[in-house]
């Protein structure tokens, strides 16, 4: 017993353990569960009782992705500046600043 207990508490021994125990566990709700006959709206989207036409709007990551840039900018952008010394380098922050101020207006004045 001494042996075998590391290995079955090892991370993946214990992912695969339990993931076949929850298999398991689903296979048995599936085989309790109320079968539902096949109908017209089984399948479509629950509107309060109404048929509604939709259309699919394309999704994309494109303004998820102007943000993410956005917030690293100002991320690194405060971690430099709150790690400048003190004296004559505090002009090359305020450069730098003046850098990242243009840069996060380019983002901003994107044209589409």
């Known amino acids: 017993m001494e042996k075998i207990l590391p290995l079955i508490i090892a991370l993946p021994v214990a992912f695969i353990i339990f993931l076949f125990i929850f298999w398991v566990i689903y296979r048995i709700g599936g085989m309790l569960a109320a079968k ?8 479509t989207t629950y509107a309060c009782g109404e048929d509604i036409n939709s259309i ?9 992705f102007l943000f993410a840039i956005f917030f690293t900018i100002m991320h690194v952008t405060v971690l430099v500046i709150a790690t ?3 004296g ?5 922050g305020i450069f730098y600043l003046v850098m990242i101020f243009i840069s996060v207006l380019t983002l901003l004045t994107k044209e589409k």
């Not at 539902?36 to 399948?43: E, F, R, W």
């Open 36 to 43: 539902g006959a096949n109908s017209k709206g089984k399948y």
């Open 56 to 64: 699919k709007i394309p999704f994309g990551y494109e303004i998820f």
């Open 84 to 86: 400048l010394p003190k």
């Open 88 to 92: 004559p380098v505090v002009y090359f």
